[in-house]
T-cell receptor
Framework: SQKIEQNSEALNIQEGKTATLTCNYT??????LQWYRQDPGRGPVFLLL?????KEKRKERLKVTFDTTLKQSLFHITASQPADSATYLC??????????????FGKGTHLIIQP | DAMVIQNPRYQVTQFGKPVTLSCSQT?????MYWYQQKSSQAPKLLFH???????NEADTPDNFQSRRPNTSFCFLDIRSPGLGDAAMYLC??????????????FGQGTRLTVV
């Protein structure tokens, strides 16, 4: 069966350090991989999208890598700040050749940046 | 300015009493999604519209129905809510071209309580 795995336990990082979150998937061949941030009681907010033919994408303090051989994406936040504390969701976009399929999400990793 | 608006933010309904959740968008996106999210779980795709084409996920219960009368509006109908349907319901939109999606924009969600 198709599966997306993220470290679902809380990840505690000291302020100023780099936080690295992992997204692994099995039995998918996604066209795109996306990362979202979700705060308690709110909808997810889009952060970054990386395509299957891209190895790395950056946006300010954020960096995403995508290894389709390993079936893994890494999400990095450099110079982390307490305001970065949130749940980060990985999402895969499956393209079936017809109309677009919906995004499929992992459970998310709860990131806590400690001052 | 809110671009994906869900109403109401909080909905309390009685067991077995039909309830409708609404979503509107100002982005003119052709793809609209409904997700169900329970505490500490991944958002679960219920169904989505690609233009006027309705796509139902295989494991979405028949109790859940959807309507999209025009590009801007989408409704989620729960015909006979059970206690297990208590969750956050998230509406999202994206621009789909050539069968592929760009990033999704989420509403704030509707928190459904069943009593």
């Amino acid at each position: 069966s198709q599966k997306i795995e993220q470290n679902s336990e809380a990840l505690n990082i000291q302020e100023g350090k780099t936080a690295t979150l992992t997204c692994n998937y099995t039995n998918y061949s996604p066209a795109y991989l996306q990362w979202y941030r979700q705060d308690p009681g709110r909808g997810p907010v889009f952060l970054l999208l990386i395509r299957e033919n891209e190895k790395e994408k950056r946006k300010e303090r954020l960096k995403v890598t995508f290894d389709t051989t390993l079936k893994q994406s890494l999400f990095h936040i450099t110079a982390s700040q307490p305001a970065d504390s949130a749940t980060y969701l990985c999402a895969l976009d499956m393209y079936s050749g017809g109309g677009a399929d919906g995004l499929t999400f992992g459970k998310g990793t709860h990131l806590i940046i400690q001052p | 300015d809110a671009m994906v608006i869900q109403n109401p933010r909080y909905q309390v309904t009685q067991f077995g009493k039909p309830v409708t959740l609404s979503c509107s968008q100002t982005l003119n996106h052709n793809v609209m999604y409904w997700y169900q999210q329970k505490s500490s779980q991944a958002p679960k795709l219920l169904f989505h519209y690609y233009d006027k084409d309705f796509n139902n996920e295989a494991d979405t219960p028949d109790n859940f129905q959807s309507r999209r009368p025009n590009t801007s509006f989408c409704f989620l109908d729960i015909r006979s809510p059970g206690l297990g349907d208590a969750a956050m319901y998230l509406c999202a939109t994206s621009r789909g071209t050539g069968g592929r999606n760009t990033e999704a924009f989420f509403g704030q969600g509707t928190r459904l309580t069943v009593v």
